[in-house]
């Protein structure tokens, strides 16, 4: 009897080393920024980290940022909740079309929409805007994740339910509802998170937080460790929301209890209630659609001579700008997908502890105002990874980094519905762990993968916090031109650029609907037949 | 192929135990199929024998040479050369029917297509499912699909997970006769796990009963329904009823009157089992002495025959149920003789049940119990 020669390591529970070490140094490379931070804050004592925060009007401040955040969140979740229940669950026309209007906004730049809304009216500077742009502008995380699990649901636990005497509004809230409650809190988290850290949102409505403080007080001063020790104010929120989702989320299992049924889910006709609804989801996409391109366009009619002078002297960089800014948002798109999907594989294959927490670390990219993380990259590099100071390789770096947990989110979302017998029977067929991924796992998983990616490109387009740091003197991006442009008196002059992104964004936005949460051969257009 | 053999394989999810010592030697070239309810620790074993389950401790050998040895060796899934043939088949959704099969290949083979078409028609599909994608196949045809899949690769042993759940009578038996002749083709050594006793009978040449996470018996089917170890068994592999006897010299006496029993065993009070296809009924009896004479309560038709409860006369609360094919179907409340074929099986009674006995109460404790308890 001869031993094998091939023993399988694992761990103690059951985690592949291999997966294991890949997420763990992904999530340290996303923490890396926070830990930077908090060592440069502290490098200074704890007395000048004390003056920093006092020193500042930060408190006002921070009750800005956590107002806003209170007031878009829910927002966001009941636009994103409703918006996706009529779309997936009624005979609703155009559905298609109605997907893809309402995931548009996610991907249009914030800092575009923030001056539109800023132009739009003076009223709309203050906390009504910073929230209504927050709140339309991110809508769409919840409504994708709660239409993928809405699409995923076993329909027979709706007929049973109507079949119980619960009439359509008590099969919602007593059925639907709590299975859609893990997609609707990680949404709501996802946002929650992203607005205490957001500056893109609010740039042009001059409303001021927290993050647009940390902004000017680096621009003021360049004093990183300044903005460091006001961030230690951000890590300490983030840290706390991240424990209290977790016990909100508690140990409650949702997932199927079986295969289920293959059925198409209950449409509810929506009668009399048409034009209605219609008029709602209308309203909804022309606040968060409307608004950027008419004002877009609305720059382009109403400017003036001069405004048009310089916009057509400025043609001159358009295209220079889209190859910076396009080529920018792959690289950072494929880094983050190569960061985030060992992270999603690990959250989906080997669910329990190890996992939530490898994961949940990956949330901490949400600890920083994203200028503050690239100041944090930015100082790393120069003092420890030379070769990548001042290059545009350290700028693809922060980007990834920043929208990991997006990806993570967009690829669980497909993995999730990858049956894990195909990939034990790959193994079965003598195809190792990576051989499997090749061929089963990642062939499957594609549509969800370019999600992820789409997701990260469309953000990369729309930042305008990072790029300014780290990029390079000598180049510029669509975000920096329009921000540069944007403060000369005409915007016809930025218009151009916003046309760019907005045209990038729309194409993002077809294949984010068409492909989030979906695998090669989705459940629902052809599942296998059974018997 | 080859043999499998497990020793003391043990597995625990936190304090629970889900397999406790499974000792399972499947010879080679045969197949043996593991009959367990759910939760009895089926999935696991199978996950333990491929690889992707380590197990805390035990040891696995496959042809020879160890997979498994507790914690200290655990060869990984795909170098141990085991076929597998999931539940539903899980065949890969996004590649051809041929390309399925030849999945496990090596790069040369796939190419010739000759061991893609030879395992195709082994599983009784002709060439043109080759091109097809897997959606477009019925159940029966994407289990038949899994099996040729597992099978081209010429592995050293074949699990089979429930390969036939989720089809239909008549679909279940021609794809199970198709597998059937596959692995005889191949000389397959295999293990199929299921949870219909059926099934396990017909296909396994042993059968192997997992009971929490052990295996409380192991023989052949005629053996395992003839003489199971105990009652739990009994009923498991089929429909059983179960009466209160005095075992004596190779005989029992119950309310069913003198019986033959299978297995001797000294003087001492017994429980009796017997299947309800032993008990026969005769119309318009004689009433004679030593004629068992019962009631009909119902029945429960189920075209090849039809189960008859009925009440004994000596003592009406004791229910017993008779299987028969029969012409003529006694309406409820007619009068009948049963007479027992074939010798029974008796097992020791419980202490429980000898007190209801000192207490007069023998005929309550009767009871039957089946598979199709309606």
Known sequence: MS????????????????????????????????????????????????????????????????????????????????????????????????????????TVPLFVTSYAWAELSTSLQGLLGAAGVIAFSYYPIVFLLVAVSLRGMDPALEESARSLGLNGRQTFFRVVLPQLRPALLGGLLLVLLDTLVEFDAFVGLKFQTFAVDVYSQYQLSFSASGAAALSLLSITLCVVLLFGEAWLRGHANYSRLGPGTSREPINY????????????????????????????????TQSSHEGYEIASENIHYLWPATLTSVGLGIGSAILALVLSFPVAMLAVRYRGRVATIIERATYLSFALPDLVAAIALAYAASHYAHFLSGGIALLVLANA?????????????????????????????????????????????????????VLVFAFVLGDISTTPVLLPPDLYTLGTEFAANSSTTAFAAAAPFAAVLIALSLISTYVLMSRFGRTRTSKRRSRMKHG | MAELRCEGVAKSYGTRAVLRGLDLVVL????????????????????????????????????????????????????????????????????????????????????????????????????SYGARPPQELSGGEQRRVALARALAPRPRLVLLD???????????????????????????????????????????????????????????????????VDFGVARFVGEAVLLAGHASSGRVTCALGDLNVREPVLEREVEVMIRPEQIELTKEPAAEDGVVL???IDHTYYGPDTVIRLALESDPSAIVRSKTFARSIPVAGELVALAVHGPVVVYPRQRSRAETVLNGEVAKSTRTIGKGEE
């Open chain 1, 3 to 106: 031993a094998h020669p091939f023993p399988y390591r694992r761990t103690r529970s059951g985690i592949p080393l291999g997966l294991l070490l890949l997420s763990v140094l992904a999530a340290v490379i996303v923490v890396l920024p926070v830990i930077v931070t908090v060592v440069q804050a502290l490098q200074g004592g704890l007395s000048a980290v004390i003056h920093a925060i006092k020193a500042t009007s930060s408190r006002e401040l921070l009750s800005h940022t956590v107002l806003v955040a209170v007031i878009a969140t829910p927002v966001c979740g009941l636009l994103g909740l409703t918006c996706a229940w009529f779309v997936e669950r009624t005979r609703l026309p155009f559905r298609k079309l109605w997907t893809l209007l309402l995931v548009a906004p996610l």
């Open chain 1, 269 to 300: 006709p929506l009668g009399w209630a048409m034009p209605l609804v219609l008029c709602a989801l209308a309203l909804v996409v022309a606040i968060g659609l409307g608004i950027p391109i008419g004002m877009l366009v609305y720059w382009f």
């Open chain 1, 401 to 453: 980094i920043l929208f990991v947990p997006f990806a993570v989110v967009a690829m669980r979302a497909t993995l999730g519905q990858i049956e894990p017998a195909l990939e034990d029977s790959a193994r079965s067929l003598g195809a190792g762990p990576l051989k499997t991924l090749w061929r089963v796992t990642m062939p499957l998983a594609r549509p969800g993968l370019a999600a992820a990616g």
């Open chain 2, 28 to 127: 080679e070239g045969t197949l043996t199929a593991v009959l367990g309810a759910s939760g009895s620790g089926k999935t696991t074993m199978l996950r333990v024998i491929m690889g992707l389950v380590e197990a805390d401790a035990g040891t696995i050998v496959v042809g020879g040479s160890l997979v498994a040895d507790g914690r200290r060796l655990n060869v990984r899934t795909d170098k141990r050369s085991i076929g597998y043939v999931a539940q539903e088949g899980a065949l890969f959704p996004h590649i051809t029917v041929a390309q399925n099969i030849g999945f496990g290949l090596a790069r040369s083979e796939r190419k010739q297509r000759m061991r893609v078409a030879e395992t195709l028609q082994l599983v009784g599909l002709d060439d």
């Open chain 2, 162 to 228: 429930e390969p036939f759940s989720g089809l239909d009578a008549a679909l279940r038996a021609d794809t199970r006769e198709a597998v059937m002749h596959a692995l005889a083709q191949e000389g397959a050594t295999a293990v199929l796990v299921t949870h219909d006793q059926a099934e396990a009978l017909s296909m396994g040449r042993e059968v192997a009963v997992l009971r929490e996470g052990l295996l409380v018996q192991h023989a052949t089917p005629t053996a395992l329904y003839r003489q199971p």
């Open chain 2, 294 to 296: 019962a009631r009909v």
